[in-house]
């Protein structure tokens, strides 16, 4: 059985705690996200949506960001579609998980957070958008 849920809300940081409190309702849906499952797809969301509101829609008018959870009977789909400047996940430089935090420029680390917890990542820019999808896999 497939679940879906949709949210839109304004690119703005006050966004962030009602993008949060979506996921952890849709998590609570189903008894195989655990909450370091939920957990997971809390941050690597906060993570990306922080990226579209702080890079995404750099010098330009708040869009949208419209965010979709979906339950699958072995996987969650989340799906974060903005209308910013596109962005390729894969050209951001890796951070230095060595240096010291003294030695550590601020920020940087959110692809990384989003790269360590997820199975996948997906991301896309067409005339639709841009779309950031990550599957996370759910344990028997």
């Known amino acids: 059985m497939r679940i879906r849920h949709q949210i839109t809300r304004s690119a703005e940081l006050e966004s962030l705690s009602v993008f949060r409190e979506f996921i952890e ?14 957990y997971d797809l ?3 969301a906060d993570e990306a949506c922080t990226n579209i509101i702080t890079h995404g829609y750099a010098g330009m008018n ?3 960001i419209i965010l979709n959870f ?3 009977p072995n996987t969650v789909v989340v799906t974060i579609t903005d209308f910013g400047h596109p962005f390729e996940p894969s050209e951001a430089r890796a951070p230095d998980v060595e240096a010291g935090l ?3 420029p601020m920020g940087g680390f959110g692809l990384f957070f989003i790269y360590q917890t997820m199975d996948e990542i ?3 820019t067409t005339a639709d958008g841009n779309r950031l999808t990550f599957i996370k896999k759910l344990s028997d």
């Open 42 to 44: 809390k941050l690597a």
């Open 62 to 64: 708040p869009g949208s």
């Open 25 to 38: 309702k849709g998590c609570k849906q189903h008894e195989r996200i655990n909450e370091q499952i939920c």
């Open 70 to 72: 979906e339950i699958e």
């Open 122 to 124: 997906n991301y896309e």
């Open 102 to 104: 003294e030695d550590r």
